[in-house]
């Protein structure tokens, strides 16, 4: 969904842009950690009948799925594309975004300044 964000420079300087912003529900980040973290657990188990191999990866793959599945819950959104005029060079900009991170920080694709992008809403958890 489109959404009003500004964009500060580091060196000074700020201007109004838009963003397309995919915020996740608790449920939405939950229905997709618990898949993962069921598979770990699954493939661990199976894994006991592997002579060798079961003495490390009946406890690593679970482990390794309780640490993606906790990278897929703790994602609170997405930053698409952001639109605006870079408030360091005032030229039109279109830049990509990517997982929602506090602070998130795009690049004027012009002169490759870094810009931060605020929120007007902030993302919940």
Known sequence: MKEEVT???RKGGS???TADIDR????????KALPIALGGLLLGAGSIVIPGVHL???WAIPLLGFGIAWY????V???GSVEGSCPACGEGMVAEGGPWEDPMWVRCPKCNE???VKLSTPMGG
């Open 77 to 79: 959104g997405a930053v």
């Open 56 to 58: 490390i990866s009946t």
């Open 7 to 9: 964009l500060e420079a």
């Open 24 to 31: 996740f529900s608790g449920g939405q980040r939950l229905m």
């Open 114 to 116: 870094p810009l931060q």
């Open 15 to 17: 201007g109004p842009a």
């Open 72 to 75: 897929y819950y703790s994602r």
